[in-house]
């Protein structure tokens, strides 16, 4: 009875076994998501993780967990009848169209939503590295006196390898990202790589899609799981090296469903690629499954040989030849500054360790992040979709690589700081929208829809989809814009061209982030980390006879050449 009167009112999508139950595990995760972030606001500040990182998930994905709830009720109200095939088909037949629209609505965000800013130190390493590259040189070069003013100590030897004796600066990440950002550097127009990485991630996933289910609508759904999530906006908007490692284990992918020597070997060219974007671990966990699998088949070794040939060349020259050379230079400069730098078989063994109650921690934040920053439970139904098609080869590694790379980052002892969504599962993050829109394909490209429930349950999800795509992203838009903003209000008051800018890193949040220079110091204004008015003036006596005191503020202080004082 209370089926029959629900679908007499409109509302016959959630009179199904399958919607219900969707629905219902869907909003609880949810609530439990909120409830959870509510009682850590209620705390303040959990100090066993990364202040950023937590700020973010109680603050800003508290807000998100209310709209995903809201998103999940508002696509109970769309009718079941309303199947959205045409749209899955229209998307699974014009991928292209669909890539180009997103990169263009990405490329106005990230100058509208994100400033052309790259707001975290992770995101202006490589950019950077990218302007040094884009002048035809392999590091940047400053006053070895002013490396302390000009970069906080606590970024030295971590973000940038520098040498006190030479005046050498470099980014510490290994450069392969840098470098596809270098041509965008030199065009200035360094916020338009990301945009157009991911919107040629949009196409590869059809691709994938294609190729896994061979089914257009199932492809068309991949698409929209994809581009109406705003893990993908978010983060093709900003300047991180996340975009480019999805892109790249995407293609990598591709490559090896149907493995022969020659793919496997430009499959390796990828790899090589996304070894060497920022650092390997990424990638090594992602590709792990599928050398496994390719070693394994009949006459696996030729294939294995020729991926191996690929990785070769680039990881040698970009991997291990750059960590040796940025080394070199960070032990060139110890002993100045910052202190001598630990042996390079120290820094290797840094990178993994048994995971303690903080990393479990923040390793749980990232399960949840993964939740609220894709189509609301895409999730969930990543996991459906991947146990009905667990008899296939290709569904296997995908779910696999994604589950290797959640698990393996329980072993990495840092929890991302800042970032949008789960960054240190983006690399794999490709599995969400194959597994999801696995949850309907068709086990035969001739079969018809006989499922009724499902297909009321696929309604309701595209729902999800199209809500999150607006509303969702809508919220996202803000909340970066928002964050950004407050960023750069923190800068002092500028004084237009010739003007060296103190920094008060203790005024603010994460203030420090915002001392960054040209790596030649070839624009009008540096900004210098203020210590305290004695020493900055010192500084200017010493280094900028000609500048005068202008303003000065609780943010910092700023000098000006040739003006008088206030």
């Known amino acids: 009875m209370m089926e029959r009167a629900l679908s007499q009112v409109g509302l016959p999508v959630v009179r199904f076994a399958a919607s219900r139950v969707f629905f219902l595990v869907c909003a ?21 993780v990364t202040r950023i990182y937590v700020d973010l998930f109680i603050y800003y994905d508290y807000y998100a967990a209310i709209g995903t709830l809201l998103i999940l009720v508002g696509a109970i109200f769309v009718p079941s009848r309303v199947s959205f095939r045409g ?8 991928p292209g169209t669909v890539a180009c629209l ?23 390493a490589a950019y950077f590295q990218s302007r040094i590259f884009a002048a035809g040189h392999l590091t940047g070069h400053w006053p070895p006196a002013l490396i302390d003013w000009l970069l906080p100590e606590q970024f030295q030897n971590y973000f940038f390898d520098v040498s006190h004796s030479s ?10 990202f840098a470098l596809l950002l270098t041509p965008f550097t030199a065009l200035r127009i360094p916020w338009a790589c990301n945009p157009v990485i991911s919107a040629l991630t949009l196409l590869v996933i059809h691709r994938l899609a294609l190729r896994i289910f061979a089914d ?15 893990e993908l906006f978010i983060n093709g908007i900003s300047y991180y090296s996340m975009p480019a490692h999805l892109l790249a284990n995407c293609v990598f992918a591709l490559l090896l469903l149907q493995p022969t020597p020659r793919r496997a070997l430009l499959a390796g060219v990828v790899g090589s690629i996304a070894l060497s974007l920022h650092n390997p671990v990424p990638h090594m966990l992602f590709a792990a499954p599928w050398i496994v699998w390719v070693a394994t088949r009949p006459r696996g070794l030729r294939v294995l040989a020729g991926l191996l040939v690929g990785y070769a060349p680039l990881c040698l020259l970009l991997g291990l030849g750059w960590f040796w050379f940025a080394t070199h230079l960070m032990h060139d400069g110890a002993g100045a500054g910052a202190g001598a730098p630990a042996s390079s078989l120290e820094h290797i ?50 779910a696999l690589s994604a589950v290797i790379t959640f698990v393996g980052y329980l072993f990495v002892p840092m929890d991302q700081g800042h ?28 079969a018809q829809d006989t499922d009724v429930a499902q297909s009321g349950l696929r309604t309701y999800v595209v729902a ?22 407050d960023d750069l209000r923190q800068m002092p008051a500028s004084a237009g061209s010739s003007s060296v800018v103190f920094i008060n890193a203790a005024s603010g949040y994460y203030a420090e982030d915002l001392v960054r220079n040209d790596p030649f110091l070839r624009t009008s204004t540096l900004r210098l980390l203020s210590r305290s008015g004695k020493a900055n003036a010192e500084l200017m006596a010493k280094f900028f006879p000609g500048y005068r005191l202008v303003h000065a503020d609780a943010h910092g202080e700023v000098w000006s050449a040739g003006a008088p004082a206030d």
């Open 464 to 485: 999800c989809a199209l809500l999150s795509l607006t509303a969702g992203m809508a919220l996202r838009a803000v909340q970066v814009d928002s964050f950004i903003s």
């Open 102 to 124: 997103s990169g263009i609505v990405m490329a106005a965000g990230a100058l509208a939503v994100y400033h052309d800013h790259p707001l975290s130190m992770d995101e202006y």
């Open 28 to 48: 609880a995760v949810s609530i439990a998501i909120l409830e959870w972030a509510q009682q850590l606001r209620a705390l303040g500040h959990v100090h066993l």
């Open 167 to 176: 005046g050498d600066v470099v980014s510490s990440y290994w450069p392969s």
């Open 87 to 94: 749209l899955l088909r229209w998307l699974g037949e014009h």
């Open 216 to 230: 257009v609508e199932t492809a068309g759904l991949a698409v929209l799981l994809t581009a109406a999530s705003p």
């Open 419 to 446: 970032g949008w969504g789960y960054r240190y599962f983006h690399t794999a993050w490709l599995a969400l929208p194959l597994l999801g829109a696995a949850a309907f394909a068709r086990s035969k490209p001739a």
């Open 349 to 398: 063994g840094s990178v993994f360790a048994f995971p303690g109650t903080p990393i479990l921690l923040a390793r749980l934040m990232g399960a949840a992040k993964i939740w609220l920053w894709s189509v609301p439970g895409l999730l969930a139904l990543s996991i459906v979709g991947g146990w009905r098609w667990r008899h296939k080869a290709s569904v296997r590694l995908v």
